[in-house]
């Protein structure tokens, strides 16, 4: 099985390129300057010479904020580059392992009610900001190619790892000197770890699995309580003062209800990590490799 990973350097990206080091799998990966997935040529190029098996594809315009202003180039990165993805691949054989977000649903606290357990995989779309219009645009990209292709659709929430820039690292940090830290405390989700997520594509992909899947932790929680576990697990004494969303004006909106669903992935025979648990092995990992 030869797999091809893009987006090599970033945060999800150095995960899968860590993991199937360790796991001396068949693989070739590509940071954003040695492919650019918006370059239609250069990317059905490389997959006709390459002829992955699988092709992962963790390049994506990520900048939430920013996407706000910088629109077009979110639409180029998430909408075009999984088109220029999917139909090199489908030429060539090759399945697409695509990556998209909570975002792309309303997250609207009433939808706590309708979805207490979170968003099911079929639930409509709904977004409310650039980026995750942009991200739905590349999900409806490969929906619309159907089963002319094959492509594993997994949606994440919270992404958390050791490579990269996210919530944790950021906590991580500025409890280095900051005795307080406000956090938002009425935006719940959970934490998609990248260790995990890597795991359990892994085993979706051996059991032959297509189409659309939620990966994350089992629980909600608000981002105050998550940043209230980071300092308890690692010892440190920084408080979190948890505030309101009007507290914290952010350029682009977040949603207040961001959880996913992990029953379908269940029912497909893995079992969700706990947040918790996911949490402590994360920390773990940045305590053994001192990622900064
Ligand atoms: N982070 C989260 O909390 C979160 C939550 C939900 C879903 N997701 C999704 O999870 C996936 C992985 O996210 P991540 O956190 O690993 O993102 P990331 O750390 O920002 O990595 C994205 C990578 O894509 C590369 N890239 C950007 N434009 C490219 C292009 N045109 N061609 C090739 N590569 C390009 C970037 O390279 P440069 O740095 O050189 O631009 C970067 O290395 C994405 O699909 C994201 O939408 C993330």
Redo the contacts with the bound molecule.
């Keep these: 099985m030869k797999f091809l990973i893009?987006?090599a350097?970033?945060?999800?990206?150095s995960e899968w390129v860590s993991r199937l080091t360790d796991l001396r799998s068949d693989f070739i990966s590509y940071?954003?300057?040695r492919?650019?997935?918006?370059d239609r040529t250069q990317v059905q190029e490389l997959i006709t010479a390459e002829k992955p098996d699988i092709v992962i594809n963790?390049?994506?315009?990520?900048n939430v904020d920013r996407a706000e202003t910088e629109t077009e180039k979110a639409f180029l990165?998430n909408e075009h580059?999984v088109r220029n993805l999917i139909n090199a691949c489908k030429e060539n054989g090759s399945k697409l392992v695509h990556?998209?977000?909570?975002y792309v649903f309303a997250g609207d606290v009433t939808d706590r009610v309708r979805f207490p357990e979170g968003y099911p995989e079929s639930a409509n779309s709904d977004t409310i900001n650039a980026y995750g219009s942009s991200?739905r645009a590349g999900e409806l990209i490969l929906e619309e190619a159907g089963r002319d292709a094959d492509w594993l659709l997994i949606r994440?929430?919270?992404?958390s790892g050791r490579y990269?820039s996210?919530f944790v690292k950021t906590m991580l940090r500025m409890s280095q000197d900051k005795k307080e830290i406000s956090v938002v405390m009425d935006q719940t989700g959970s934490p998609t770890f990248t260790f995990d997520l890597v795991d359990k594509t892994l085993a979706l992909l051996e059991k032959g699995c297509s189409g659309t899947f939620h990966i994350t932790s089992k629980g909600e929680i608000s981002w105050a309580q998550f940043a209230e576990e980071i300092f308890k697990i690692s010892g440190s004494e920084t408080k979190v003062v948890p505030i309101p969303s009007e507290q914290y004006v952010t350029t682009a909106k977040r949603p207040s209800f961001s959880l996913l669903s992990t029953d379908k992935i269940q029912k497909n025979g893995l079992e969700p990590i706990h947040w918790k648990a996911g949490l402590e092995q994360l920390l773990k990992q940045l305590k053994a490799f001192r990622v900064e």
């Design positions: 893009t987006g350097n970033g945060q999800l990206g940071s954003s300057d492919l650019d997935i918006t963790c390049a994506a315009y990520t990165v580059g990556f998209s977000t909570d991200k994440v929430s919270w992404l990269g996210n």
